[in-house]
């Protein structure tokens, strides 16, 4: 069976896997400066709160940015075949990954390149990367080659790669990253993560649900911000769907932050966000721990807000927002109203047991861009 088995629901499977990570970021859709830029300012965000050394960093800066360099060199113009950037942080190892289009006639070329790379010693990687820097032997895309001996040297050359066939003309070009903290820069075998068959599994489960952002990590408001800049610029022009997208992803992460169990000694709640599309819908997902004594409040305030009409709805808001003696569980009752306003359909949920005390919470909203 897959490692992506599809019985628990999207939310919680995509959760699932990324469980045992610290961060995981994955971007799947067009490139553009502004969204480069935004992913290595979410990644910053990150090893600052954790207290990442200044020479991770840099490493790992390095390389996000070859990488991401890279997919928008190489990226599809028409949408069609979508590029992909994951970054993910475990036990005080980053991984980075990266899928982008190749044409087929290239892979010979590349794959030589990748298998030299692959044979040399630091030293005479170092060499190689001066010879090809003074040789000019550069691609045509320009300095493809020497972004990758970078990649290489920067992360001691734990690099492993994969060509997977889309038509006669084009193939996927997996690239992948451990940067680990050790000199030798050994990569840990103890992580299904960095095997790219799993890469590519999960790379082929988001390509079929359309998923577009995930983030696994601790939710707070610096987060936030940085995720809704990113789902801003890549729905700009969109007009009236990216504000009603925008605002419920407002609600929806605002839910996380406020709502769910606080991740002990860290600055935020754990859990997961993503937006996936399917023809003209844009489904918004979370999934965030809860106390099992909160469920069956919290399906009551869901049924009966998806028990309402359209009438019957604004006359719940109206008296909920004028009860000037809001608290908690009110202030959580007017957002729930207001996903099921802005989005116009029933919303989503389900729950999955964790241990005695908490359970962990999926949530869904869809918004049809045909009906606004």
């Known amino acids: 069976m897959s490692p992506y088995d599809q019985k628990q629901g999207l939310a919680f499977e995509l959760y699932d896997s990324f469980k045992s990570a610290d961060l995981s970021y994955v971007y799947h859709g067009q490139f553009t400066q502004k969204i480069t830029d935004l992913i290595i300012m979410l990644a910053e965000i990150n090893m600052n709160r954790t207290g990442e050394s200044a020479k991770i960093k840099k490493r790992v800066f390095s390389i996000m940015v070859e990488s991401l360099q890279n997919i928008?060199?190489?990226?599809?113009?028409?949408?069609?075949?979508?590029?992909?950037?994951?970054?993910?942080?475990?036990?005080?190892?980053y991984f980075i990954t990266t899928v982008n289009l190749i044409h087929n006639a290239n892979i010979a070329h590349v794959e030589g390149l990748l298998k030299k790379i692959k044979s040399?010693?630091?030293?005479?990687?170092?060499?190689?990367?001066?010879?090809?820097?003074?040789?000019?032997?550069?691609?045509s895309k320009g300095g493809a080659g020497l972004g990758l001996i970078e990649i290489a040297r920067k992360s001691n050359n734990n690099v492993s790669?994969?060509?997977?066939?889309?038509?006669?003309d084009y193939s996927y070009f997996y690239f992948h990253t451990c940067i680990t903290p050790q000199e030798e820069g050994e990569v840990p075998n103890d992580t299904d993560l960095v095997q790219i068959d799993n890469i590519f599994l999960l790379h082929q489960l988001l390509r079929?649900?359309?998923?577009?952002?995930?983030?696994?990590?601790?939710?707070?408001?610096?987060?936030?911000?940085?995720?809704?800049?990113?789902?801003?610029?890549q729905m700009a022009g969109l007009g009236r769907l990216k504000r009603v997208v925008f605002n419920l992803m407002v609600e929806m992460l605002q839910n996380i932050v406020?709502?769910?169990?606080?991740?002990?000694?860290?600055?935020?709640?754990?859990?997961?966000?993503f937006i996936n599309r399917k023809n003209s819908q844009y489904i918004l997902n979370t999934g965030n721990y809860i106390l099992i004594n909160a469920k069956k409040p919290l399906i009551e305030k869901i049924e009966y807000v998806n028990s309402l009409n359209h009438e019957q709805l604004n006359d719940y808001y109206n008296s909920c927002l004028f009860d000037f003696q809001i608290d908690n569980?009110?202030?959580?009752?007017?957002?729930?109203i207001e996903l099921r306003m802005k989005s116009n359909n029933k919303l989503e949920y389900?729950?999955?047991?964790v241990d005695?005390?908490?359970?962990f919470f999926t949530f869904k909203v869809t918004v049809d861009s045909q009906e606004l």
Request: charged share 25%.
């Open 258 to 273: 406020k709502h769910g169990i606080k991740a002990s000694d860290k600055d935020g709640n754990q859990g997961i966000f």
């Open 120 to 139: 040399l010693t630091p030293e005479e990687l170092k060499i190689y990367y001066k010879s090809v820097l003074l040789e000019n032997e550069l691609s």
């Open 329 to 336: 569980s009110k202030e959580s009752g007017l957002g729930l």
């Open 161 to 168: 790669y994969h060509f997977h066939p889309i038509n006669n």
């Open 356 to 359: 005695d005390e908490k359970l």
């Open 72 to 93: 928008t060199r190489h990226q599809d113009p028409d949408d069609e075949y979508q590029g992909f950037f994951a970054i993910e942080q475990k036990e005080g190892n």
């Open 208 to 233: 079929q649900n359309g998923v577009q952002i995930i983030f696994n990590g601790l939710f707070n408001q610096e987060s936030l911000i940085n995720l809704l800049n990113i789902i801003e610029n």
């Open 350 to 353: 389900g729950f999955h047991p």
